[in-house]
């Protein structure tokens, strides 16, 4: 079967994007993810099946089957803000390693193409997926979380030991650029030392430069009511600026990582 017919199932797909990697980008969100964190802005992504959500009152049927073919020939129209811009096509979801051959035929044909490329993930697979993509990988966004397993597992679903092994194995390749990415959340993750060990261990990883601490923020609230599940978080507000900041120096304190807030 020609690579170009391997199919994914997708809910989403953003255009002219400024975020989830450099330049003007393509973002394709994949189904399925095996976490279930508690602020998850795209619950309507966990789930691989195709649902019904409700949107403004009507059902709206999330998730559709598509070729790389399809895809790539969406991403290509593109094309001169890509070039213009260094931007290029992100994977993001959901979790993109829930479909691994779908993923890499993907960015294989952004590559094929002179087109960058990049994935958001929290690397909670099998290596081997990611083994699978890194040839036509440029960009890793890379979800760390939390150093601490309990209160990861409490917040998320799943302990984060694979994880933490898969960033160092990715960042060990030297065949991508990894920037490691950290959502700060009240109540999880929010206080200097919390922070502090992320960076720490982010430091430790070989070529690793950059780290982005992402504020929290409430927008994909309105989804659990669509799918009529319980948001975890009501009431827990955004971190303000000032104690975004904050944790910023912080991570300058302990490494000399480059790090931004936003990403």
Request: with cysteine; net charge neutral.
């Amino acid at each position: 079967m020609d690579y170009l017919d391997t199919k994914g199932r997708i809910f989403d797909v953003q255009r002219y994007s400024i975020h989830d990697g450099p330049g003007i980008r393509t973002i394709v969100f994949l189904k399925g993810c095996v976490l279930r964190c508690r602020w998850c802005c795209n619950p309507e992504s966990q789930e691989f099946r195709i649902q019904t959500m409700k949107v403004q009152g009507k059902d709206k049927i999330i998730g559709r089957d598509v070729t790389v073919r399809e895809m790539i020939e969406l991403v290509e129209k593109d094309r001169p803000y890509y070039y213009r811009s260094g931007g290029g096509l992100t994977l993001s979801g959901g979790e993109c390693l829930c479909q691994p051959e779908f993923s890499r035929d993907l960015l294989r044909a952004a590559k094929e193409r002179g087109i960058h490329t990049a994935i958001e993930s929290m690397a909670c697979a099998p290596y081997e997926h990611i083994e699978m993509l890194l040839p036509y990988l440029d960009m890793y966004l890379m979800d760390i979380k939390h150093t601490n397993p309990a209160k990861h597992k409490e917040f998320t679903g799943r302990s984060n030991e694979r994880m933490m092994e898969n960033a160092r194995k990715t960042a060990l390749s030297g065949k991508t650029d990894l920037i490691i990415r950290v959502p700060v959340i009240p109540t999880f993750n929010d206080t200097v030392e919390e922070i502090q060990g992320i960076a720490g261990f982010a430091s430790t990883l070989p070529g690793v430069k950059k780290i982005h601490l992402l504020p929290y923020h409430r927008l994909g609230q309105d989804k659990y009511d669509g799918l009529g599940r319980e948001y975890f978080l009501d009431g827990i507000l955004p971190p303000s600026n000032e104690k975004m900041e904050t944790l910023k120096k912080a991570v300058h304190a302990v490494c000399g990582l480059d790090c931004q807030i936003g990403g």
